[in-house]
C-alpha cells in the first residue's frame, strides 16, 4: 500500500516551453501534497505544500508563477513548470500525505521526474 | 532552527557489519523522525520511523536509536548487504508545522564484499 506515482519519469523539452507533471497517490486518498526538487547529490529542497481544493503554499524563493501547483481532487495534484528554462533542469519528486489512518504525518514519495531543459 | 545535520556524509562498510548514521536536531517541536534511502534515479522510500515517546524502533535489521534529551537520533543497519548500498536521509517534522519535512543532507552508503 501508499503507493505513489508520477508521470511522466522523464523529460526533455526545449527552453521556454511548459511542461506538467502529474503527482497520483494510488491507494489512499491524501489531503496534502508536497513538491521537491534534488540536484545531484545534494538532498531534497521543499518546493511547495499543495492541499486540495486550496492554493498552494510555496517555500521562500520559489516562484509561485513559474511553477504552478494545481491539487484537484485528493488523488492528484500537479506541477507545471512554465516558460521553462535550462536552470530548470532537475529531479522532481512528489511525495503524499495519507488523508486517514494512523500515518498521517507519514510522506509517501513518487518515483520522480526526470526534467532536462535544453 | 530548522535544520537537521546528519553525519556522515559518506560510508563504507564490510558485508555483514553495522552501518550508523547519525542526525541531529535543533527544533523541540519536531515529533515525528523518519528515515528514508533512496536508490539512483529514484524517489525516496520510507524505511522506518519513530516518535519521541519511543527511544528505540526495530524493524528487521533496521533500528532507530532516539535520544529525546540530546535531540538525537540514529539508524543502525545490521548486517549490512551490498544492496544496502544507496543514499540515507534522515528527516524530522512537527504536527504544528503541517507536518513538512526537513531533510538531512544525506549518506552515502556503500557496502564492500
Known amino acids: 500500500g501508499a503507493v505513489v506515482s508520477q508521470h511522466p519519469s522523464r523529460v526533455i523539452c526545449k527552453s521556454g516551453t511548459s511542461v506538467k507533471i502529474e503527482c497520483r497517490s494510488l491507494?489512499?486518498?491524501?489531503?496534502?501534497m508536497f513538491w521537491y526538487r534534488q540536484f545531484p547529490k545534494q538532498s531534497l529542497m521543499l518546493m511547495a505544500t499543495?492541499?486540495?481544493?486550496?492554493?498552494?503554499?510555496?517555500e521562500q524563493g520559489v516562484e509561485k508563477d513559474k511553477f504552478l501547483i494545481n491539487h484537484a481532487s485528493l488523488t492528484l495534484s500537479t506541477l507545471t513548470v512554465t516558460s521553462a528554462h535550462p536552470e530548470d533542469s532537475s529531479f522532481y519528486i512528489c511525495?503524499?500525505?495519507?488523508?486517514?489512518?494512523?500515518?498521517?504525518?507519514?510522506?509517501?514519495f513518487g518515483p520522480g521526474t526526470r526534467l532536462t531543459v535544453l | 532552527q530548522q535544520q537537521v545535520k546528519q553525519s556522515p556524509q559518506s560510508l563504507i562498510v564490510q558485508k555483514g557489519g553495522i552501518s550508523i548514521i547519525n542526525c541531529a536536531y535543533e527544533?523541540?517541536?519536531?515529533?515525528?523522525f523518519p528515515w528514508y534511502q533512496q536508490f539512483p534515479g529514484k524517489g525516496p522510500a520510507l524505511l522506518i520511523a519513530?516518535?519521541?515517546?519511543?527511544s528505540e524502533k526495530k524493524e528487521g535489521r533496521f533500528t532507530i536509536s532516539f535520544n529525546k534529551s540530546a535531540k538525537q537520533f540514529s539508524l543502525h543497519i545490521m548486517d549490512s548487504q551490498p544492496g544496502d548500498s544507496a543514499t540515507y536521509f534522515c528527516?524530522?517534522?512537527?504536527?504544528?508545522?503541517?507536518?513538512?519535512?526537513?531533510f538531512g543532507t544525506g549518506t552515502q552508503l556503500k557496502v564492500e564484499l
Open positions: 528527516a524530522a517534522s512537527s504536527t504544528g508545522g503541517g507536518n513538512k519535512l526537513t
Open positions: 519513530i516518535r519521541p515517546d519511543v
Open positions: 527544533n523541540t517541536a519536531f515529533d515525528y
Open positions: 499543495s492541499n486540495e481544493g486550496s492554493k498552494a503554499t510555496y
Open positions: 511525495s503524499a500525505s495519507p488523508l486517514a489512518g494512523g500515518n498521517t504525518d507519514t510522506q509517501y
Open positions: 491507494d489512499f486518498q491524501a489531503t496534502t
